[in-house]
Structure formats: structure tokens, C-alpha cells
């Protein structure tokens, strides 16, 4: 099969991949649409030392089981059943887990990927194939409000205009909290402002410490200092970024200002999938640019530019 491979730092057009094995029991899934995110950019440059075929936002049509020829989407973490943290219903934490596309699980840059089909769910006949590729980024965000209690009296600053800055901004102003997004580029502060979400440029942003949540979404090893300059005493920091460079850390003002650190990672794909099919979450704005499969590379490279949002791989109309 086709498949968009990474192998020593390169990525690779492979026109007759031969997959890596994999557990019995999986559901095959043919992909129609895929998308690249920060994760895959930074798994280029060396984070998580992954090698085979990379993405883990997709759209398929499941060829076996409960949702056979259906459309799906399937969350990335491949869990053992067994484990301690599988026992404690946190299975995206489970010890023997593989990762669709980022930890010894070939991905979605390709004409087909295997999925549990516990991860998989059904895509809603009024959302379109482009829009549930961001299912995995939304459930992302939604995974902040499944790890705090944001309501309307608390002040949220993100920090980062790009995808998951945009995004994670949409689904915490369903809190009705005070939202400001920070970032670069008037462009993508300007999508925001067109959903009603208040935004500053970096260089006019004077942090102080009066935030009640800080979320840092700016995929640089910068963002978590400037969280700790705007984060109020006792408040939280909630941390999405993952870089694949070394960050030196600061950590006085956490233990000064008694700061909550939260790591934020996966999260429920249920609510992900209602928002967009009810366009609580609008996404069709992020979308930059859609490239067939084989024209992946000059993809990637579409991506890495600082003028792109969310750029789309077309690998099947119909499977």
C-alpha cells in the first residue's frame, strides 16, 4: 500500500509499504482524509524517536466489526485491557499502550491503518469527512474541561493562535470564562475575533499574574515561562505543548506562587464529534491547504510554514 513514512529524521513516499506487525483482532480502516499537526512536525524533528508510518488525525471507513462500511474516527491510544492504569479507567495512560502514528503503531498516511475498534467511533451523516479529521485535535481541548472546573468567573489566557491554540480557545468559551488568546500573527487572531473570541498580539500582551488558567498551546519551549508570568497565585497552568528540543526550566515561581501544573493530552472523542456536528467548534477556517498523498513531502513542508493553520492529506474519495 501507499504510505507516508519517517525513518531516521526523513520522510519518505513509499508506493508498496509493507506494514509493520501488529495484533490480531484490529479493524481495518481505509483512509479518506488525514490531517498533519504539530505532533507530526515535531515527531520529524526527533521527539518520541518514532519511526514508520506517521498521523494519527483521520477519517476511514471501517472494512469489519459494528461500523463496517461506515465512516469513522478512531482515538490514537491502542490499550492492553490489563494493566493498573487500564484497571483504574485511565487507559490513556496504559502502561503497554501503543499510539497510532507516534509510538510503535503505524498511522494514518496511508491507504489503510489497523484500529481497536473499541477506539473507534461512527462520524455523524452531517459532519463532512475535511471537518471530523479535527475530532482527535478537539477532543484534545476538550480534555482541559474534563481536568478542570472552568466556569464563567475565571480568566483564561491561551497562549498561541495556531490549530490547537484556536481550537482549545472554542471549546473553553463554552464555559462562558473570560477567554483571551495570545499569539503572532493578525491573520489567525483574526479568526478568532470573527468567533467572538478576544485576542492580543504577543507584543502587546503585558503579562501579569491575574489569570486564573493559563493554557499554553504555542509549541515552543517559550510558552511555559510566559505562562508562569501570567498565571495568578494558586492558579493553573495547563500545558498542550510538546516539543521535540530540551527546555531549560525555571521552576521558582511554581513553588513561590503555589502554581497547579497540568499536563494535557488526549481526550474524549464523544463530545468532540457533538461540538462539530453542531458547530459549537468551527473548524472549517483552520483548513490551509489539501494535498494527495503522494504530494506528502511538499505537504509537510506547506505545514512547517508560519502562513498555514491545518494542512489536509486526500487519500481515498471512496473506500
Not at 467511533?121 to 479535527?134: G, I, L, R, S
Not at 470564562?177 to 495570545?182: D, H, N, Y
Amino acid at each position: 500500500m501507499r504510505a507516508i513514512t519517517l525513518f531516521d529524521g526523513e520522510l519518505h513516499f513509499d508506493a508498496d509499504y509493507t506494514p509493520r506487525d501488529t495484533p490480531v483482532g484490529l479493524v481495518e480502516v481505509k483512509v479518506l482524509k488525514a490531517g498533519i499537526c504539530e505532533t507530526d512536525l515535531q515527531l520529524k524533528q526527533g521527539y518520541m524517536g518514532f519511526s514508520g508510518v506517521l498521523g494519527h488525525e483521520f477519517v476511514g471507513v471501517a472494512q469489519s466489526g459494528r461500523f463496517a462500511g461506515q465512516r469513522v474516527v478512531g482515538e490514537i491510544n491502542c490499550t492492553c485491557g490489563h494493566c493498573e492504569f487500564c484497571q483504574r479507567e485511565l487507559p490513556r495512560h496504559c502502561e503497554n499502550r501503543t499510539v497510532i502514528g507516534i509510538l510503535n503503531h503505524d498511522g494514518a498516511f496511508a491507504d489503510s491503518l489497523l484500529v481497536p475498534e473499541e477506539n473507534l467511533h461512527a462520524v455523524p451523516d452531517n459532519v463532512q469527512t475535511e471537518h471530523a479529521v479535527f475530532t482527535e485535535p478537539v477532543a484534545a481541548a476538550c480534555r482541559i474541561l474534563e481536568q478542570t472546573h472552568i466556569n464563567s468567573d475565571h480568566s483564561v489566557v491561551i497562549l498561541g493562535d495556531g490549530r490547537l491554540g484556536n481550537l482549545c480557545a472554542q471549546v473553553i468559551s463554552t464555559t462562558n470564562a473570560e477567554v483571551l488568546v495570545v499569539g503572532k500573527h493578525d491573520w489567525k487572531l483574526q479568526r478568532l475575533n470573527e468567533l467572538d473570541i478576544r485576542t492580543t498580539r504577543l507584543s502587546d500582551f503585558q503579562p501579569a499574574l491575574t489569570a486564573d488558567f493559563v493554557v499554553d498551546c504555542t509549541g515552543s519551549p517559550t510558552g511555559f515561562p510566559l505562562s508562569l508570568q501570567a498565571v495568578k497565585p494558586c492558579g493553573t497552568v495547563i500545558l498542550k505543548t510538546t516539543v521535540a528540543a530540551e527546555q531549560p526550566l525555571h521552576l521558582a515561581p511554581v513553588v513561590i506562587n503555589e502554581v497547579q501544573v497540568i499536563g494535557s493530552r488526549c481526550g474524549p472523542f464523544a463530545p468532540a464529534l457533538q461540538m462539530i456536528a453542531d458547530k459549537t467548534v468551527r473548524v472549517e477556517s483552520l483548513i490551509t491547504a489539501e494535498y494527495p498523498l503522494d504530494q506528502a513531502i511538499h505537504a509537510f513542508r506547506h505545514a512547517e510554514q508560519p502562513d498555514t493553520l491545518k494542512v489536509l492529506l486526500h487519500v481515498s474519495d471512496s473506500v
